[in-house]
């Protein structure tokens, strides 16, 4: 009859191959910094739409916080309403935006995050029982009020010349119960929103996992992304 420390011992080798199974299935896989992992999309959301411009993403981590940085290539707008200020509705104008859930379920609350060419953010937890934003269905924000106090960083240049805006973004893993992620596998979505003062308030959608929807908010599209 086996031991009981074997039984720990087989228990803990499962572990580490599920574990490690899992990080091979993820869609990106995330270094700890200094080292970065980029990934690019162009996609049109709902539908494919080849006039979508390029956004780039390129992330790492620490003990302690996750950095992504954006890259908004063929820009030629930099729209946004210069009175918004943290937590305004910035994603009616032109944003990036990461949507985050510590864990690999299609997640029911999740951490939605958005940059604007203003440096502007919108910084909050979104509640979304139906996992596709139902109508007639609950669906609710708790808004980080005051984000850089808690640990946030947000730096955004313009290149107008060069048609690029990049926004380089720090997130405290303390507000998921996530410090030292390695090995930990989440799930993300990442998008964009284009628009002009003549399109205005019709906004092109870009994503990198299409929700089959004009709408960002449908759970079961987010990817998978390993902490390595």
């Given amino acids: ?12 080798a499962a572990t580490s191959l599920l574990s490690t199974c899992a ?5 990106v896989n995330v270094p700890k910094c200094p080292s970065t992992t980029s990934f690019t999309y162009d996609s049109g959301i709902p539908k494919h739409d080849p006039s979508c411009p390029k956004t780039k993403v390129t992330m790492c981590y620490t003990q302690t916080k996750l950095q992504i940085d954006f890259t908004a290539y063929n820009e030629t707008n930099f729209y946004f309403d210069p009175k918004h200020k943290t937590n305004d509705d910035i994603w ?9 859930y ?3 379920d299609d997640p029911q609350t999740y951490f939605e995050y958005e940059a604007s060419p203003n440096n502007v953010t919108f910084n909050a937890f979104i509640y979304n029982p139906s996992r596709t934003r139902t ?8 808004y980080i009020a005051n984000p850089f106090s808690d640990g946030f960083e947000v730096n955004t240049s313009l290149d107008k010349k060069n048609k690029v805006w990049k926004s380089h973004s720090v997130i405290p893993l303390a507000i998921f119960n996530g410090e030292n992620p ?9 998008f964009r929103t284009v628009t002009s003062p003549k399109k205005y308030p019709d906004q092109q959608l870009c994503g990198w996992k299409n929700t089959k929807a004009a709408n960002f908010h449908i759970t079961k599209a987010f990817g998978t992304v390993a902490f390595v």
Wanted: glycine letters at 4%.
């Fill in 135 to 142: 109508a007639n269905t609950p669906f609710d924000h708790a």
């Fill in 1 to 12: 009859m086996p031991q009981p420390l074997a039984f720990l011992t087989l228990a803990i």
């Fill in 23 to 27: 990080q091979a299935k993820a869609d």
């Fill in 182 to 190: 390695k090995g930990t596998v989440w799930r993300m979505n990442f």
């Fill in 102 to 104: 510590k864990g690999t």
């Fill in 92 to 100: 009616a104008y032109e944003v990036v935006e990461a949507f985050i």
